[in-house]
Nanobody
């Protein structure tokens, strides 16, 4: 079981990008799904999170610009990023608590990260 991230890339300030993440493998259940980012030279921080029933929450710095949503049928989460700023640059990681098919415990799993670069 793993989280596979996709999307990201290079965009000019003011532009838009999407990053997506899907839990693949023998997944029984997926709990809250969260996007983090690590800006160059800084620590990783929370960007947005969404509960299993679709309740989102955002870091103050992205409120009104980013939208997180999920597809429970596909065990996936997408972060729509609009009006991007250079300070949004970083490696974006998805994270979730998953249960494997036949498993009895929740595992905290990280995706591999995808780079978002916003040029000024």
């Amino acid at each position: 079981v793993q989280l596979q991230a996709s999307g990201g890339g290079l965009v000019q300030a003011g532009g838009s990008l999407n990053v997506s993440c899907a839990a693949v493998g023998s997944v029984l259940a997926v709990n809250t799904m969260t996007w983090y980012r690590r800006p160059p030279g800084k620590q990783r921080g929370l960007v947005a999170t969404i509960t299993h029933d679709g309740q989102p929450a955002y870091a103050e710095s992205v409120k009104g610009r980013f939208t997180i949503f999920r597809d429970n049928a596909k065990n996936s989460v997408t972060l729509l990023m609009d009006t991007l700023k250079p300070e949004d640059t970083g490696v974006y990681y998805c994270n979730s608590n998953l249960r494997r098919s036949g498993g009895s415990v929740w595992e905290n799993v990280w995706g591999q990260g995808t780079l978002v670069t916003v040029s000024s």
